[in-house]
């Protein structure tokens, strides 16, 4: 389910920036309409909560990085890349997840996964040549390729935290923590710039926040404290399959070579990972 509603998020980014909307604007307007249901949530979580600062502190840092860094780099990407593109670029991210906890736990990732982690990273450099065609510029892939490590991070270090505080109050604390980040670095942005957009804009911004970041941030979570981190992030992957159709038939974008083998190759690449698991 998670990965289903993430995927329709390049949809209504790429409807919005149609009607005028900016990343920065759509960004604050996305926060607004998701930071009630955190907070509220939150509240209600926190009263029996009994494990110190320190774990709200850690939950607050892993949605900086993991949503509001994350998010930022992503809406950035989108005036430069198709939607199809981005939904590719980000679903690698698992690959990144199993190289990092490899990392983590101080042992050499196996034949299978360097493979596996080869052949995603074949997919990606595949797409390329098409996306160059279509922007002339790298700058949005390169971004996307960053908000993919960020979001591995975010996956990875969410697991402990999760098994000490629970999924529900996790999430809530660093979406809350995400929030008042983007609110803060994004002052300067004119309010009346937002409150003058289109009502089309407000109702992509409300479904963007809602289905597309309220609802999966939770099952997401539930989903990492139940199967862990790595079967979470290899579960993922359908996204780029519902995101392509997805571009094909509502923003009409054009479904290159480039795009079908890119994609599966990234998917062939996290298939290996899927049974090393």
């Known amino acids: 389910m998670a990965s289903f509603m993430f995927s329709l998020k390049p949809i209504l980014i790429k409807q919005a920036y149609e009607l005028g909307a900016n990343s920065e604007g759509f960004m604050v307007l996305r926060m607004w309409f998701a930071f009630p249901f955190y907070a509220v949530l939150m509240l ?5 909560y009994k494990g110190g600062l320190r774990l709200i502190a850690l939950s607050a840092a892993a949605g900086f990085i993991g949503y509001f860094l994350s998010s930022y780099l992503d809406l950035l990407a989108l005036e430069t890349i ?10 690698a991210y698992p690959s990144l997840v199993v190289l990092l906890k490899a990392l983590w736990d101080k042992r050499l990732p196996s034949v299978r996964v360097v493979v596996a982690v080869g052949v ?3 997919g990606l450099l595949t797409l390329l040549p098409g996306e160059f065609n279509l ?3 790298p700058l949005g892939l390169f971004l996307m390729i960053a908000c993919a490590f960020s979001f591995a991070t975010y996956v990875l270090v969410s697991k402990p935290l999760i098994e000490k505080m629970g999924a529900t109050l996790f999430t809530s604390v660093a979406m809350v923590a995400s929030c008042l980040f983007t609110q803060v670095n994004l002052l300067h942005t004119p309010i009346a710039t937002i409150i003058d957009y ?6 992509y911004g409300f479904a963007l926040a809602f289905f597309c970041t309220v609802i999966p941030s939770y099952a997401m979570s539930s989903a990492i404290s139940v199967i862990g981190t790595e079967r979470t992030a290899i579960t993922g992957t ?7 159709i997805l571009a ?9 070579l480039f795009h079908i083998t890119g994609l599966l190759l990234v998917i062939l690449g996290v298939y290996l990972l899927s049974k090393k698991s």
């Open 198 to 203: 289109p009502w089309e804009v407000f109702a």
């Open 135 to 137: 922007t002339g510029s």
């Open 82 to 91: 198709s939607a199809q593109a981005e939904r590719i670029i980000l679903y």
């Open 44 to 48: 209600l979580y926190i009263k029996p």
């Open 120 to 122: 995603v990273y074949a």
């Open 238 to 244: 359908t996204g780029p399959l519902f995101t392509t």
């Open 248 to 256: 094909a038939l509502i923003l009409g974008e054009s479904i290159t």
